[in-house]
């Protein structure tokens, strides 16, 4: 995929970057910081935009002086907030005139002063006990705090959240993530690109197939390797198929935010059918392995394919039969119409992806918009809703579940036509590149940089749910609170991807 970078002044970062949004047409994909001292250089932040009508991505590099500090985009582009806050955390570069400095990713009981993704950081620290997270809340007679988390009832990662009530409605929500921040990017540096691979794949188990493609997208690129086409129609039926399987799943969850256990049930079951079709068609329940730079480690057989198609059709069965569920019952519709809602110019502010943009009106799909893989070939369409609601949200999964099944089915006899192989010999890639691939949650982008030996020097990666985390405090506001698993549901967040 194509990423441009234009270098230049801290000073000009402001203005270039209201020039790259062009008022939010061109939504920021990543903004990110890189010590580039080991190579002559200082400190760097980087702001990368999507150019849909180019289908290019565009970025901007800022050399940080002394003053170790750059101007904040957040008042004018919100969805630089949080890539500034972690800038802020992992390179110790400041945000002029950030609205919201507290720490992100790093919490109060960090020591301060270390950074962890500068190249000198320390490999042990020592935290600080007795360190309080400072929340926003609301104040007020009639007022009160109803704090959840972040160790939860179920298997779920922790997350805390702070509501801020007036009786049972939501006033104000103020979330803390980041609890289980594992160093994955710090990890990969100095690796070779296929040892970074199996790092990758395992930054999320939901999104195995879009963040793994997205890395072999800039892998590829940097290495000048060509994906043979049998590939590239390989990796967009499996990106299809783990499509499927979480949007089936997430079908069946969002039921469980009001108690609808038959719903949840069908749900549950298809998601298994769909778990065990990846394990037999990859090797791995969690398709892992199967996606390598230079192609595919696997090809699929006649035999594959069928078997495949008889377990998409019984899926696609029971996705029929929870659209007609959901439809004749009132008593859910009421539940989920107009709760939850996120308006057409939030969305668009903070960047949204994937279905909790699309169901608020904005068409943001990198499949469409960037036309990798075989997709230009499909005639996609590309799913929408306008209320931003919960049913919204579960419309345009339904939606998209049909137009997945129908496309996985025009892949199957794409490759019974196509007899080339599935990998090529991957090159030494050097310099920095980018990819960008849909999972069922939105995009996932990744940045890598190789030093001369073929060395991964930096690598960034910005998962769906980082993009769509920030809309859920808004998303929330003035409904009730027994109403909130099911709209946090309604978006199926991860806190693994926040994680990484």
């Not at 198609?309 to 989920?336: M, P, S, T, Y």
């Not at 308006?343 to 918009?369: E, Q």
């Not at 075989?374 to 590309?382: F, G, I, S, T």
């Amino acid at each position: 995929m194509e990423l441009h970078i234009k270098e230049i002044s801290v000073g000009e970062l402001l203005s270039e970057a209201k020039a790259y949004s062009e008022g939010g047409r061109h939504p920021l994909t990543a903004m990110f910081g890189r010590d580039e001292r080991s190579a002559g250089g200082g400190f760097a932040v980087y702001a990368v935009f999507e150019f849909p009508e180019s289908r290019e991505l565009r970025g901007l590099k800022a050399a940080v002086g002394e003053s170790m500090s750059f101007p904040s985009l957040s008042h004018l582009i919100p969805a630089a907030s949080w890539f500034e806050r972690e800038i802020q955390d992992m390179f110790g570069l400041k945000a002029e005139n950030h609205p919201d400095p507290r720490p992100l990713v790093l919490h109060e009981n960090f020591p301060q002063g270390v950074h962890p993704l500068r190249k000198d950081a320390p490999k042990e620290i020592e935290f600080i006990e007795g360190k309080h997270t400072h929340m926003h809340t609301v104040s007020g007679e009639g007022t009160f705090q109803v704090p959840v988390g972040p160790i939860h009832a179920g298997i779920i990662e922790p997350g805390h959240f702070r509501f801020s009530q007036a009786g049972e409605s939501m006033l104000q929500l103020d979330a803390k993530l980041f609890y289980t921040h594992r160093g994955l990017e710090k990890t990969m540096e100095g690796k070779t690109a296929l040892e970074v691979l199996p790092i990758v794949e395992r930054i999320c188990g939901a999104c195995t197939a879009a963040n793994t493609w997205s890395y072999c997208q800039a892998v590829e690129t940097a290495a000048g390797t060509a994906v043979p086409r049998r590939a590239e129609i390989l990796r967009t039926l499996v990106l299809e198929i783990e499509r499927i399987t979480n949007h089936v799943g997430d079908l069946g969850n969002i039921p469980a935010g009001v108690g609808f256990s038959f719903a949840v049930s069908i749900g549950t079951r298809a998601k298994e059918m769909m778990m065990r079709l990846q394990d037999s068609l990859t090797g791995n329940r969690f398709l892992r392995g199967f996606f390598v730079p230079g192609g595919t480690a696997r090809d699929f057989t006649a035999e594959d394919c069928a078997r495949a198609a008889e377990v998409l059709r019984e899926v696609e069965k029971n996705v029929l039969d929870l659209a007609r569920i959901f439809a004749q019952q009132d008593g859910f519709q009421d539940r989920v119409r107009t709760t939850g809602i996120v308006r057409n110019k939030t969305a668009r502010d903070l960047a949204m992806v994937g279905v909790g943009a699309r169901a608020s009106g904005y068409a943001h799909d990198s499949r469409a918009d960037f036309g990798y893989g075989v997709y230009p070939e499909l005639a996609l369409k590309v799913v929408t809703e306008n209320s931003g609601d919960v049913a919204a949200r579960i419309l345009v999964r339904i939606g998209e579940l049909k137009e997945s099944f129908r496309l996985a089915f025009a892949l199957m006899e794409m490759l019974g036509r196509e007899q080339g192989g599935h990998r090529t010999e991957l090159g030494t890639p050097q310099g920095e590149a980018a990819g960008l691939s849909e999972s069922a949650r939105g995009s996932s982008f990744c940045y890598v940089a190789f030093d001369n030996e073929g060395r991964l020097d930096r690598i960034f990666v910005r998962s769906a749910s980082y993009a769509n985390w920030p809309a859920l405090p808004i998303a929330v506001q003035g409904d009730i609170i027994p109403d909130f698993p099911l709209i946090n549901k309604s978006f199926e967040l991860c806190y693994a991807c926040l994680d990484r």
